[in-house]
């Protein structure tokens, strides 16, 4: 047994706590599962701040919340370790980076884009996307599917999703039902445990040997005078500029539409950025037609190879569809002006969430029907990711997609004569370099994109 650690040891301040945080976005790369690794490597094993069991409390409520969970979980520990300002602190600097490069990388993309070179540059990155979708499938399924049940929810939400189109709200709804349900017939073991993602369970520290220990912080004593308060801060902050663009330019204006439409993203994509991107990419393809399938894929391809949470993506959506649309604006500024707008509507409910729901939550530890319900949420989020794996996979793939409707049917159906031969190629290589190699996912992605350069060079590709 390790030795207690000395609460002088770990005495932390919000100054000091800076530093951490921003360490920890700007080594948050790789999507949620590698930012979630990062968080417990510096945050329970380094740092010892908080303990393994109260960081994947945290982790399974941040899994049932709409929207990024690395960004909650990371606003989650801030708040539970300095208040309201941690929690601003921990969750804001968790998406500056992302912020600041997404927007670069956007204003690139959308003056050079086209340009051979650049083309090719993506061309390698969305091969290499295939793999890492894959592999946070894997890496939640490895911790979710314990058990027969949740593996047959995981397999029943694929099906629902892809096959059927069923709203993920009603998938997780009716996950947590069964987990809550399964919980009190059979007890723990029907849902194998609590579940979690990126967070090894190896290296496992107590909570009671940890700065923040088991006791609850009397900031997370919650009441209802307090959740009034925070609710109407929170909601004014996130909805008031959205009624006033709605009011000023009409809901048919671009910017109405993406304020719109994100903060409605913001309210029904459960199941964290991997859930929220099935869904974000078929509507603003499909519906919007902000931007089309290929430029989906190299937005996500920008948000992977990034800094900062995978759901950035949604603020180069956001340029896009105002760049394409700017009006009376240069579409350069209107593009800067629908990112950011895409990147607070859809960040600030994180905060209302967190500072809401945090402190019912914290006092909910160690409820076996509420961890039932989370594990079931996380088994069904396994469905949705392999969902996204197979939808990037089928436009990387091929040239031509039909949609298939039949009754309740209704998917993407590929042309297989369609097939791209060189992106096939470049995406089994990702995925041997990624699970037989195990290369990191800067790697990957770097590797990708040079081979996609090095095609573009010797003539092959356009």
Known sequence: ???????????????????????????????????????????????????????????????????????????????????????????GLFIVPGVVSIMALSWIYALYGKVGAVSALFFGLKAAIIAVVLQAVIRIGKRALRSNLMRGIAVASFVAIFFFAVPFPLIVALAACIGFTAVRIGGGGATGGAAAHGAPAQHSVEDGRTLLGEHLPPHATGSARQALAVAALWLALWLVPVVAIVAVLGSGNVYAEIAVFFSKMAVVTFGGAYAVLAYVAQQAVEHYRWLAPPEMLDGLGLAESTPGPLIMVLQFVGFMGAYRAPGDLPPLLAGTLGGLLATWVTFAPCFLWIFLGAPFIERLRGNASLSGALSAITAAVVGVVANLAVWFLIHTLFREVHPFRAGLLSFDMPSLASIEPLALTLSIATILATFVLRAGMVTV????????????????IG
Not at 60 to 75: D, F, K, V
């Open 445 to 460: 992605l770097g590797g990708a994109a040079a081979a996609g350069l090095a095609l573009y060079l010797a003539g092959l």
């Open 1 to 91: 047994m390790n030795a207690p650690v000395k609460s002088a040891d770990l005495d932390v301040t919000l100054r000091s706590a800076v530093r951490v945080w921003l360490r920890v976005a700007l080594l948050s790369f790789g999507g949620p599962t590698g930012q979630i690794a990062v968080m417990h490597r510096i945050l329970v094993e380094e740092k010892k701040w908080i303990g393994e069991a109260r960081f994947l409390h945290a982790l399974n409520y941040c899994m049932l919340l709409p929207g990024p969970e690395a960004q909650q979980l990371a606003t989650y520990i801030g708040w539970l370790m300095h208040r309201s300002a941690g929690g601003l602190v921990a969750g």
